[in-house]
């Protein structure tokens, strides 16, 4: 059964204005984020990377029906399967969160084009 669904979007150029700020990107996103991200070969796809990232980190907050509050951004890691399917990984605050709510699934849609980055999130429970 459905639990909630979440939509975010960001714009790309935000994320170019953070890549020269290290301590804000560690802020916000795991290390695992960070070194997918600094595997693209340039650096507009860096900032595709991070804003679809980003933009998943707050669908997932809508989608859970809480917001972020009392979540720590890097605590939802977005990684791609073995098959470049993207998924959520939830460790510390979000898993708390997550398990509160009596969540059991997650789904995730990211997309980029030019100026923008879109991300949907499904949470599901049993």
């Known amino acids: 059964m459905i639990f909630g669904i979440g939509v975010d979007i960001v714009q790309i150029n935000r994320m170019d204005k953070w890549l020269n700020n290290r301590s804000l990107l560690e802020r916000y996103f795991h290390p ?3 070194v997918y991200s600094s595997l ?3 650096k507009t796809a860096v900032a595709q990377t991070l804003a ?3 933009a998943a980190k707050e669908a997932f907050g809508k989608a859970l029906g809480t917001g972020l509050a009392r979540i720590a951004l890097k605590d939802i890691i977005i990684y791609n399967n073995d098959n470049g399917k993207p998924e959520i990984k939830l460790e510390n605050t979000a898993l708390k969160a997550f398990e509160k709510s009596g969540a059991a699934r997650t789904f995730l849609s990211l997309s980029h084009e ?3 980055a879109i991300a949907m999130v499904v949470i599901e429970r049993d």
Do not use: W
Request: charged fraction near 50%; charge should be neutral; avoid cysteine.
């Open 32 to 34: 695992d984020e960070l």
């Open 40 to 42: 693209k070969n340039a």
């Open 114 to 116: 030019k100026e923008n």
């Open 52 to 54: 679809a990232r980003f």
